[in-house]
């Protein structure tokens, strides 16, 4: 079950053009997609492709591994799977095919992190809290 929850959010830019957001967020709270939206409510951006791909990180908050399962990643298709920590410093980077993923971060300090999923040029984060 998908979480959607708008929030009506006016960016201006430097020739005050206004927009509005929609983010789309999964069942642990984390934000899988935005809409972009122009004044007269067009929708100006499609969601990413990447998911598509139904894309599973969990458990979150983790405690020692994160799972992360990428349900239909093709044949000839690869995930860059990386971990940054608050600093922006990438502390564990892999690529799979397989799409299914065990992550040990036992050894991480808690707090949190940003979990970065690249599939085809396309990219989704994630906010990870790390726990005991």
Same mark, same amino acid.
């Given at each position: 079950?998908?979480i959607i929850?708008?929030?009506?959010?006016?960016?201006?830019?430097? %020739?005050?053009?206004?927009? &509005?957001? +929609?983010?789309?967020? %999964?069942?642990? $709270?984390?934000?899988?997609?935005?809409?972009?939206? %122009?004044?007269? $409510?067009? /929708?100006?951006?499609?969601?990413?492709?990447?998911?598509? &791909?139904?894309?599973?990180?969990?458990?979150?908050?983790a405690?020692?591994?994160?799972?992360?399962? =990428? #349900?239909?990643?093709?044949?000839?298709?690869?995930?860059?799977? /990386?971990?940054?920590?608050? &600093? #922006?410093?990438?502390?564990? +980077? &892999?690529?799979?095919?397989? #799409?299914?993923?065990?992550? #040990? =971060?036992?050894?991480?300090?808690n $707090?949190?992190?940003?979990?970065? =999923?690249?599939?085809?040029?396309?990219?989704?984060?994630?906010?990870?809290? +790390?726990?005991?």
């Amino acid at each position: 079950m998908k979480i959607i929850v708008i929030i009506a959010i006016t960016a201006l830019c430097t %020739d005050l053009y206004a927009v &509005h957001y +929609k983010f789309n967020y %999964d069942e642990a $709270g984390n934000r899988d997609g935005r809409i972009v939206f %122009d004044l007269n $409510g067009k /929708e100006a951006a499609p969601l990413a492709k990447i998911l598509d &791909h139904e894309i599973r990180v969990f458990p979150n908050p983790a405690i020692d591994k994160l799972n992360i399962q =990428i #349900g239909t990643l093709r044949e000839q298709e690869s995930a860059t799977i /990386e971990l940054f920590d608050v &600093h #922006g410093n990438s502390i564990y +980077k &892999h690529i799979t095919s397989t #799409g299914e993923l065990s992550l #040990g =971060i036992a050894a991480e300090a808690n $707090g949190f992190y940003v979990l970065r =999923i690249t599939i085809e040029n396309e990219v989704v984060e994630y906010k990870i809290v +790390k726990q005991e």
